[in-house]
């Protein structure tokens, strides 16, 4: 069984490369579903249907243990898969999300105002306040959507993506730490340190490796049934030159591919 790792884009790399840092003897495929991206601005309709695909997608790939490194995914999609989704289509499989290992990360700061900064949808579902709050109800937590990051992100417009965070980085007041809340944004993390010098960053792809090990040495029965071949497999469902740069910079080496159904093309 491998471990499968899915995003609507960049960001999901990111974090399969803290997994791999971490963890690199495992075998991981990881599936972007860059045909649909940004998923900040659908409906939760459309993001549940989305991520639902990809589950059987991977779950067909021999994928024991899913991570979503999506929190716009994880904040819509999550629930349902794991208590209605999982159980009656493949109940060995596990699926995890990527808000809960940050947010306590970010409880652990002891902050007394935390900031989460992420897509529109993300920031409607309020799910990083809700889990906050659940570890610390006294929290004060402030919300920013950043609906323009991701798409200047993926559009390799950098110089744009570095002035929309001073922007967004501007509409907060008086926070101690910032939950980067989507998983494209570690790609900015140093603008948003520059942009709140004395403010503590959580990163996602800074703490995502230690958790996923974290969880594996604290569920047995879920590590031993993993491969471990040192086999890494990228897809994607829209590839461009762009992307293939991203994943060569992070990855070089490793070819990222186009599938459609079960047909490939190398990138």
């Known amino acids: 069984m491998k471990i499968g790792i899915f995003d609507s884009g960049l960001g999901g790399l990111v974090i399969t ?3 791999i840092n971490a963890l690199p003897e495992y075998d991981y495929i990881y599936y972007g579903d860059t045909a649909h991206l940004p998923y900040g601005d ?11 695909e990809a589950m059987r997608f991977l779950i067909s790939q021999n994928c024991g243990l899913i991570i979503i490194a999506c929190n716009t995914a ?7 898969i794991q208590q209605r989704f999982i159980p009656a ?7 995890l999300g990527v808000v809960i290992p940050t947010v306590e990360t970010a409880a652990a700061c002891s902050s007394s105002k935390i900031g989460v900064v992420a897509t529109a949808a993300t920031i409607r579902s309020h799910i990083f306040e809700q889990e906050l709050h659940k570890i610390s109800p006294a929290m004060n937590i402030q919300e920013v959507a950043a609906p323009l990051l991701v798409p200047a992100i ?7 993506a570095a002035q929309l965070v001073e922007n967004y980085a501007a509409e907060f007041q008086k926070i101690d730490s910032l939950i980067l809340g989507c998983t494209h944004y570690p790609l900015l993390k140093d603008c948003f340190q520059a942009a709140l010098p004395s403010v503590n960053i959580i990163s996602q792809d800074e703490l995502m490796g230690a958790k996923l090990a974290d969880y594996l040495k604290r569920h047995v029965e879920i590590d031993i049934a993993l491969s471990r071949n040192g086999e890494y497999l990228f897809l994607v469902n829209n590839l461009n030159r762009h992307y293939q ?7 070089p080496g490793i070819p990222v591919r186009e599938v459609t159904g079960i047909t490939e093309r190398a990138g």
């Open 89 to 95: 289509y493949a109940p060995d499989v596990k699926v």
């Open 74 to 80: 994880t904040s819509i999609a999550l629930r349902y």
């Open 42 to 52: 659908k409906t939760s309709g459309s993001i549940l249907a989305y991520t639902l």
């Open 17 to 19: 490369r803290s997994f």
């Open 245 to 251: 740069h991203v994943a060569a910079t992070l990855f």
């Open 154 to 160: 993926e559009n390799n417009d950098f110089a744009r």
